[in-house]
């Protein structure tokens, strides 16, 4: 039977679709080995009726082949040369006929021709507990607490094997930005509305840590729940949190007394709270005013900051933010 090896698209479609293993173990391949690869609607055709990924994804499937004249363009397949890489390109087996390309590699692959902001949204994606909705399944909602697809030193590890620097260079610089266990889309958007530098359109603020284990947990003893996170970002020498209040779980009974609890712990520790609310974030002007305060808590001078609505931080908001928010 053919084998369908897929691109970083219809790859990362899979991962949020959760068509994925998590953790993942991947088998790295050769570029020469990839045996009995399928190419072009004959082999593709006959997949259909035993694969349960193919139809899954929408057409034409963007697959990998070994070299040019391997490619068998067609409106149901649509074929690119695998790039080289030291060792292998590292695949994930999803049923018998059909492997995916590993999540570094998809992470890698995919930011070669992607604005900074949307290849860092796209690690913190891979790198923490959620996935968000597939681009064919808007219909899906995000999917909290999965573990975690990859993580910072594994596509670390990943970047190192690429021959052809144009191949890795652009994941190298949104990496910067990336850090583990973000556990939700707004956390991520507020991390790169915060500390994108000035020339994509933001403020360039430091970057903070990602729910730091704070001394909190010391403080509370035994009586530390291990499911409560303290510190969605966190300013340790600033000892300032920021922490993101979505609005997903304020029905739920007890939400509102837990909340004000953490809060209290980590004041208790001589820190300071910045709760970030879904309005705050939305409302540009009261976002710089957020912005401003982080600023004084960071020591950095006002002529540091730059502030006000550019063309750029348009643009970034209306990457970032959902669609249905306005600036």
Not at 35 to 47: F, K, N, Q, S, T
Not at 57 to 78: E, G
Not at 155 to 179: G, N, W
Request: one cysteine or more; proline letters at 9%.
């Amino acid at each position: 039977m053919k084998t369908v090896y897929l691109t970083e698209n219809p790859s990362l479609e899979l991962m949020r679709l959760g068509a994925y293993p998590r953790p993942s173990a991947p088998s790295t391949l050769a570029i020469g080995e990839l045996a009995c690869r399928a190419r072009g609607v004959r082999d593709i055709r006959p997949l259909l009726r035993v694969s349960s990924i193919l139809p899954l994804l929408p057409l034409p499937y963007r697959i990998f082949v070994p070299a040019k004249a391997d490619r068998r363009p067609s409106k149901l397949v649509n074929c690119q040369v695998i790039p080289p890489v030291r060792g292998g390109v590292d695949f994930i087996e999803l049923d018998e006929c059909c492997k995916g390309l590993s999540p570094e590699m998809t992470y890698i692959l995919f930011c070669r021709a992607k604005p900074l902001a949307l290849r860092a949204q796209l690690g913190l994606e891979l790198c923490g507990t959620y996935a968000t909705a597939p681009e064919h399944y808007p219909e899906m909602a995000t999917q909290y607490d999965p573990e975690p697809l990859t993580n910072v030193s594994s596509i670390t590890a990943a970047l190192e094997r690429f021959v052809r620097e144009p191949d890795s260079i652009a994941a190298r610089q949104a990496l910067h930005y990336v850090q583990n266990k973000s556990a939700s889309p707004m956390e991520s958007a507020l991390l790169l509305l915060l500390c994108l530098p000035p020339a994509e359109g933001e403020y360039g603020l430091p970057i903070p840590e990602r729910n730091a284990d704070l001394p909190i947990i010391a403080y509370l003893g035994q009586q530390h729940d291990e499911k409560t996170r303290y510190g969605d970002l966190v300013y340790r020498e600033a000892q300032l949190v920021l922490e993101y209040q979505s609005l997903l779980y304020h029905d739920e009974p007890g939400s509102k007394h837990a909340d004000e609890d953490r809060r209290d712990d980590i004041e208790a520790m001589g820190y300071t709270v910045m709760f970030i609310t879904p309005e705050r974030l939305q409302d540009f002007d009261c976002f710089e005013g957020i912005v401003q305060r982080i600023a004084h808590h960071l020591g950095l001078a006002p002529a540091c900051v730059p502030l006000g609505l550019t063309p750029e931080k348009r643009s970034l908001r209306r990457l970032l933010l959902p669609a249905s928010w306005n600036v």
